[in-house]
T-cell receptor, first 118, second 112 residues
Framework: EPEVTQTPSHQVTQMGQEVILRCVPI?????FYWYRQILGQKVEFLVS????????KSEIFDDQFSVERPDGSNFTLKIRSTKLEDSAMYFC????????????????FGPGTRLTVT | RKEVEQDPGPFNVPEGATVAFNCTYS??????FFWYRQDCRKEPKLLMS???SGNEDGRFTAQLNRASQYISLLIRDSKLSDSATYLC?????????????FGSGTRLQVQP
């Protein structure tokens, strides 16, 4: 069964450093997303990406964040200057093209990257 | 008011029990509804989409009441492996908007 993969599984970085989190979405999917979950809190939407551009972003996704699809398979989230409060689990998700009355809006999540900022 | 509200639990039930989770959402523009399950420190896994007519998948039944902005999930014949946090999730699905809004989840513990 196709699945979303993410690397690394755990990233430890110092405050102020840049990190890049990587994701390989499901191969025939067209929409890609990043979410985060701070320990003990709910999952929060960061950004969605379609047709090589951001289609939606939340208030959390400020100028320190950026996303890119550098090739036909990878989807990355870059955090430019990490803060202590960026420590969280970051989940990548993907979904297929929606069709009227269909169910392909369903989003499938990768296993996550645990980011620890010290 | 929270966008998606769930009873945090935990619900402690014996194996074989029937358990029901409820969820309310505040955005009347919400178009798509889902139940995900999340095991401790793992990713959310899609359990089922929720359709207006209600739908069933094996031991799981989901219902949607748009007028009351209320979603439910019923689990029959609970198994130990059902122990997890159940996340109620909605999406408005306006043009270009596919962001999922998650509830905080309801924790289920099925006991032998």
């Amino acid at each position: 069964e196709p699945e979303v993969t993410q690397t690394p599984s755990h990233q430890v970085t110092q405050m102020g450093q840049e990190v890049i989190l990587r994701c390989v979405p499901i191969s025939n999917h067209l929409y890609f997303y990043w979410y985060r979950q701070i320990l003990g809190q709910k999952v929060e939407f960061l950004v969605s990406f379609y047709n090589n551009e951001i289609s939606e972003k939340s208030e959390i996704f400020d100028d320190q964040f950026s996303v890119e699809r550098p090739d036909g398979s990878n989807f990355t989230l870059k955090i430019r200057s990490t803060k202590l409060e960026d420590s969280a689990m970051y989940f990548c998700a993907s979904s297929g093209r929606g069709t009227s009355g269909g169910t392909t809006y369903e989003q499938y999540f990768g296993p996550g990257t645990r980011l620890t900022v010290t | 008011r929270k966008e998606v509200e769930q009873d945090p639990g935990p619900f402690n039930v014996p194996e074989g029990a029937t358990v029901a989770f409820n969820c309310t959402y505040s955005n009347s523009a919400s178009q798509s509804f889902f139940w995900y399950r999340q095991d401790c420190r793992k990713e959310p896994k899609l359990l089922m989409s929720v359709y207006s007519s209600g739908n069933e998948d094996g031991r799981f039944t989901a219902q949607l009441n748009r007028a009351s902005q209320y979603i439910s999930l019923l689990i029959r014949d609970s198994k130990l492996s059902d122990s997890a946090t159940y996340l109620c999730v909605v999406s408005s699905l306006d043009t270009g908007r596919r962001a999922l809004t998650f509830g905080s989840g309801t924790r289920l513990q099925v006991q032998p």
